[in-house]
């Protein structure tokens, strides 16, 4: 796999993922058992990292107007990392958000608070550090303008 | 052992004559109890008169509420034409005289002076039960629990814990007592034994106000009469209050549904509201059908006669059924308190209602059971509460024939959707 490559697949889990957790997080407002007050206050809680990180996602798929460079070739684990930290966090966010949806016992409106603030704080670190090798100021010499 | 023989049957034989003769005889000189408001010579607005009327002539006694050591007064007159009374009673003061005037008025025969301020009434199908002939009756007071309590002038300490010594079941029995607050003039309820309440109303007994209390449903009558014959109480009743919101919540079925055998039987009572929960839980008014969970029940005797009992449960319950609000699950506590009250018949038996901590979660439609406490987030006002005893209440009641009586003074009543 090479950079290029890895960095559209990362872009695009973070930008889609980003879009699906807000949507799903009004939906668990319309459908799911969250008043109005607790939807918006978990599509905020849910968004900051994964928001930032699609922010840079987004620069970068911007920067690349006419096409990205396919850069070098990546290490297995180095495309495992990358794809595996958004991936997991966009998982872990939807499980809470099934868990409430289905009302599951002893997982409230609180419980996800408690739930997506860990969620955040792990996935936090590894998001920054992903973002700024993918997506960061050295990443732009390689987008061919 | 021949004349032992012969008196043996010539007992039997008087006393089957005298039954007959009492059979025949008796209801014409039987006396019939009615309840008297008025002046009496009692410290009680009401009073019970026993009159018998026959061949034009009225003769029996205002006798003072039961527990109450007034001295009865005598009570005589007449009955030359259908429908007036002239009454002459014989107060301490002197003599008193009334001209009554017949009514009927639902299932009650009332006997009215032209004034009306004074008036003395009895159902025409039922004789008054125990708790009518014990209590006062307020158009806005409490009907139950509450009580309110004056000591007399000249009690003293000695003569209180002389009583509580006398009455251990009442002393210790679990009240609600009502505590002022002299800084911000704001009452406090403490849960704690009669005999506490007592010694802290003896305390305060200089002042104006009478010590209130909550009694458990039930057993007010006991204590009251208790209380009244103590010798040191100048006052008992139930609590003469002020007009207040869904101060009355109760629903009255037939007696066979809680008694076995002539006396209250908790079993029944338990299996009673353990299928009529169910019942209301499960089904809206377009019969359609919703999930619910009922928690664990929490059944508890009252130590002093009748030994009522008290049904404690949590609720989760489709808003479809409780408020008949769409989308949402209620929660809340539901306490069913068993007994005879002032205006139940001897055929009936009440259930006293109260609905508290009532909460309510958005339902999901990923769920089609009412989902644990930690979704109960969103807290519902008095007026969502009242809906939800209106509705049980009007569910228990008309399930067995039964009728409810929900005070909605103070409750926008056109809001309401359960009516009584």
């Known amino acids: 796999m090479y950079q290029g490559q890895v960095r559209i697949l990362v872009a695009v889990i973070i930008l889609g993922g980003h879009f699906l957790v807000f949507f799903a997080g009004l939906l668990l407002g319309i459908f799911g058992p969250l008043l109005g007050s607790d939807a918006v206050q978990t599509v905020l809680m849910a968004s900051p990292i994964l928001g930032v990180t699609a922010t840079s996602a987004l620069m970068f798929a911007l920067r690349g107007e006419t096409e990205i460079a396919q850069g070098s070739k990546v290490t297995t684990l180095f495309g495992f990392v990358t794809v595996f930290f958004p991936t997991a966090l966009i998982l872990c966010v939807f499980i809470v958000f099934y868990a409430v949806y289905k009302q599951v016992s002893g997982f409230g409106p609180d419980q996800m608070k408690i739930a997506l603030g860990a969620i955040e704080t792990f996935f936090g670190v590894f998001l920054g550090a992903i973002s700024e090798t993918l997506f960061g100021k050295r990443a732009s010499p390689a987008v061919t303008p | 052992m021949e004349t032992v023989k012969r008196r043996r049957k010539l007992r039997i034989v008087l006393f089957a004559g005298a039954t007959m003769l009492c059979l025949d005889l008796c209801p014409a000189l039987a006396e019939t109890l009615y309840k008297f408001r008025g002046d009496n010579a009692s410290p009680y607005p009401w009073a019970v008169l026993a009159i018998t009327i026959a061949d034009g002539g009225v003769s029996g006694q205002l006798r003072p509420l039961l527990g109450d050591g007034t001295p009865p007064v005598a009570v005589s007159g007449t009955n030359s034409t259908e429908g007036v009374l002239e009454l002459t009673m014989g107060f301490p003061s002197g003599q008193k005289q009334y001209v009554f005037k017949k009514s009927i008025k639902d299932s009650q025969i009332e006997w009215r002076t032209a004034e009306d301020k004074e008036y003395f009434f009895r159902y025409f199908d039922t004789p008054l039960s125990e708790p009518a002939l014990t209590f006062s009756q307020h158009e806005c007071g409490a009907m139950y629990k509450t009580l309110e309590i004056k000591f007399s002038a000249n009690a003293t300490a000695e003569q209180l814990e002389a009583f509580l010594a006398r009455a251990p079941e009442v002393s210790s029995l679990p009240v609600v ?12 309820q403490i849960s704690q034994s009669l005999a506490a309440t007592l010694r802290e109303g003896f305390k305060a007994r200089a002042k104006p106000e009478p010590t209130n209390l909550n009694a458990p449903v039930g057993a007010e009558m006991y204590v009251v009469q208790k209380l009244r014959r103590s010798g040191v109480i100048a006052m008992a009743d139930l609590d003469s209050g002020g007009c207040g919101g869904a101060d009355r919540s109760y629903f009255v079925v037939d007696r066979r549904f809680f008694f076995d055998s002539g006396s209250f039987s908790q079993a029944k009572f338990e299996q ?42 949590k609720m989760y319950v489709a808003s479809e059924i409780t408020r008949q609000v769409p989308g949402w699950w209620d929660s809340f506590s539901a306490s069913f308190e068993a007994g005879e009250l002032i205006d139940t018949k001897q055929s009936e038996y009440a259930v006293v209602v109260t609905i508290e901590r009532l909460k309510t979660s958005k339902r999901s439609w990923g769920s089609e059971t009412p989902p644990d406490d930690n979704f109960f987030t969103k807290d ?17 009641s008309e399930r067995d024939g039964g009728r409810c009586v929900f005070d909605t003074e103070g409750y926008e009543r056109e809001k309401h959707k359960s009516v009584c």
């Open chain 2, 380 to 396: 519902l006002s008095e007026f969502d509460e009242a809906e939800v005893t209106a509705a049980l209440s009007k569910y228990l």
């Open chain 2, 177 to 188: 007592y009502s505590r002022l607050d002299e800084k911000k003039q704001t009452y406090t």
């Open chain 2, 272 to 313: 009673f509201i353990d299928e009529r929960l169910k019942g209301f839980a499960q089904t809206d008014k377009l019969k359609k059908s919703w999930g619910y969970r009922l928690g664990q029940r929490k059944v508890t005797r009252v130590n002093v006669p009748p030994y009522p009992s008290s049904y404690r449960i």
